[in-house]
């Protein structure tokens, strides 16, 4: 079963994350990505709709034109987890960061 992180292990999982912060009044975090077009984005965000899938831990976002805005947590624990670290790194990971 996940559960939801410490402190500690919220903050050294953000440690290891370069794109992602916290969001502001909730337990969150987020990032935006910012692309060539608007193809390169919707790109980007096919593969990780499949990783997502894959992990089946699915992503709130927000996509306008060349820009992705991606925000990760655990609904079920109510914040995050560490399904939320293992697919932020691997957002990066197909971001190219």
């Known amino acids: 079963m996940v559960e939801k992180l410490t402190p500690e292990e919220r903050a050294a999982g953000l440690e290891s994350l370069e794109n992602w912060q916290l969001v502001n009044g909730r337990d969150a ?4 990505f910012k ?3 608007f193809l390169e984005a919707f790109g980007f965000m096919t593969q990780v709709a499949l990783a997502a899938e894959k ?3 699915h992503p ?3 996509n306008v034109y060349n ?7 655990t609904h079920d624990v109510g914040g995050l987890s560490a399904l939320d ?5 691997k957002i990066d990971q197909i971001a190219g960061k």
Do not use: C, Q, S, Y
Request: zero cysteines; charged letters at 20%; glycine letters at 4%.
């Open 85 to 89: 670290l293992k697919l932020a790194k």
């Open 35 to 37: 692309f060539g077009d």
């Open 67 to 73: 820009t992705v805005e991606i925000t990760l947590a």
């Open 29 to 32: 975090i987020t990032a935006t």
């Open 55 to 57: 992990m089946n831990h």
């Open 60 to 62: 709130e976002w927000f």
